[in-house]
């Protein structure tokens, strides 16, 4: 074995150059090399109180896996992680390691914690390159479960399920499994043939996957405990955008980021001639501060628009994304317009463009000038307008994202099911609803989060309703 590395300072992720990776949509990281990977995973002390663990939602055993990377055997490291994580090659990804897992490393004290989702990520990328041994697949137990939503919640779900013998039926409202991992991650920084690849894996376990299935219009939840369905988690995502009810917002050229990333990464819409169109090219200004804010403007970027801005109303001390992504947007060339608040979206009409002209179109977007005062409920500085700031960004397009609420079909179609004031689904410790057999998690009880914190949830979720059909 290799000796410990006392860096103070993690390998380095080798990446696409800058100027290169913004003109494509091939992945920005490139990963670690086997030998980087056992150098970086010579790093972990191997602590005995584990406090890593303790930051992993889904509770993977980090130092044992990392223990089987030192050791060169990869295939084992996988093991140990699917053990508890259904999705490796995906949270290795966009997982937010630095706030979790990565945050109680003890190697982080003094210089870098260890990269473990770097580590994730190599170990999950080896077995899906050279393993070619097929999942064994339960026997059947004979009871049935309903999931409904194949995003990450849904999916862990499903997978943990189907481990135990269910049989477990998945049903997805778009044409292609994955939820938010295909119509909201773009292809940079998750290819979606990995997506695919997660989602075979599980299919081989046992789990069914029907698309084009929206539950409360296609199918309700009573029509499928009709159908024989004993239990059913309803994991279906956060997918109604907010907007800021500013004058403007129904302009041409403005759009949710949900609707202009799932143009681009589900439609194609970048390809010469989409079916589905979507703005190439001009001036763009991206509203908000976080992950899917970077995704949207570093798409806006690879679609050809000459440049595009991040519109911001705090500092950069308070934006939420991810720390890598805001990195990655700034080589890009990307411009942070911070302490600016948007009040208008100013636009004009051409009855003569080709176009439809019945809202107009885009000129530009009008900011007031903002200052931090106080911390918030939450413990962020709020921010207060400066008067007689006003300004204005010339742009053509403009892309929401200021984050988005559950779609609220599932309740009124489904009886009995209780919301907060926000949409979410009310549940207990165990992802119980409060209807009976009915269980729920991710995104669609929390609104927009992580995708590692809706993994969390389908495994507590799973947990529970086998302890409940175990009875």
């Known amino acids: 074995m290799a000796k410990a590395n006392m860096s103070l300072a993690r390998n380095v992720m080798p990446t ?8 494509n ?15 970086e995973a010579m790093r972990c002390l191997d602590c005995k109180n584990m406090p890593c663990v303790s930051g992993c939602p889904v509770k993977i055993h980090i130092p044992k896996f990392i223990n089987k990377v030192k050791e060169g055997d990869f295939e084992g490291a996988y093991q140990i992680i699917s053990e508890s994580s259904s999705l490796p090659a995906v949270c290795g990804r966009v997982c937010p390691q630095e706030t979790q897992c990565e945050s109680k490393c003890v190697r982080g004290i003094k210089g870098e914690s260890v990269g473990i989702g770097r580590l994730e990520r190599f170990v999950a990328d080896w077995h899906n390159t050279f393993c070619k041994e097929e999942p064994i697949r339960p026997e059947s137990n004979g009871h049935r479960v309903a999931v409904i939503g194949s995003g990450p919640s849904g999916l862990t779900c499903a997978g ?35 997506v695919a690849k997660e989602v075979d894996t599980l299919e081989k376990l046992g789990v069914k996957i029907e698309t084009n299935v929206v539950i409360g219009k296609t199918l309700t939840v009573n029509e499928l405990f009709e159908m024989g369905y004993e239990a059913v988690f309803i994991g279906s995502g956060a997918g109604l955008p907010n907007f800021m009810g500013i004058p403007g917002e129904a302009l041409n050229g403005v759009y949710s980021a949900n609707e202009f990333l799932t143009r681009s990464n589900l439609m194609k819409s970048y390809l010469d001639n989409p079916e589905t169109p979507i703005m190439k090219g001009g001036r763009v200004a991206v509203v908000g501060g976080g992950n899917v ?23 950069m001390d308070e934006l939420p994304a991810r720390r890598e992504e805001v990195e990655h947007a700034e080589e890009e060339g990307i411009e942070f317009k911070l302490l600016c608040n948007p009040i208008e979206i100013t636009g004009y009409n051409n ?49 929401i994202s200021i984050g988005t609420s ?22 207990n410790e ?23 914190s809706a993994m969390g949830a389908g495994k507590i979720a799973a947990k529970a309703i086998d302890e409940y059909l175990s009875e």
């Open 16 to 23: 696409q150059d800058a100027k290169v990776r913004a003109g």
């Open 25 to 39: 949509f091939d992945e920005v990281a490139l990963g670690y090399s086997e030998e980087v990977a056992i150098d």
């Open 160 to 194: 943990d399920l189907a481990k135990k013998g269910y049989e477990v039926t998945v049903y997805e409202a778009l044409h292609t499994a994955g939820g938010v991992l295909v119509y909201g991650i773009p292809e940079f920084r998750l290819p979606k043939a990995i």
């Open 293 to 315: 804010a970077m995704d949207a403007a570093r798409t806006a970027l690879r679609l050809g628009a000459e440049k595009v801005y991040i519109v911001y109303r705090r500092s």
């Open 351 to 399: 009855p003569d463009d080709v176009r439809d002209p019945k809202n107009g179109f885009v000129t530009g977007i009008k900011c007031v000038k903002m200052e931090l005062g106080e911390p918030d409920e939450r413990g962020r500085r709020r921010p207060t307008e400066i008067p007689h700031s006003e300004f204005t960004i010339d742009v053509d397009t403009v892309i």
């Open 406 to 427: 559950p779609n609220p079909l599932i309740k009124s179609t489904t009886d009995g099911l209780d919301v907060n004031s926000r949409g979410g689904i009310i549940v």
């Open 430 to 452: 165990d992802g119980l609803t409060s209807r009976k057999a009915v269980y729920a998690g991710g995104d669609a009880v929390t609104g927009a989060a992580t995708v590692i």
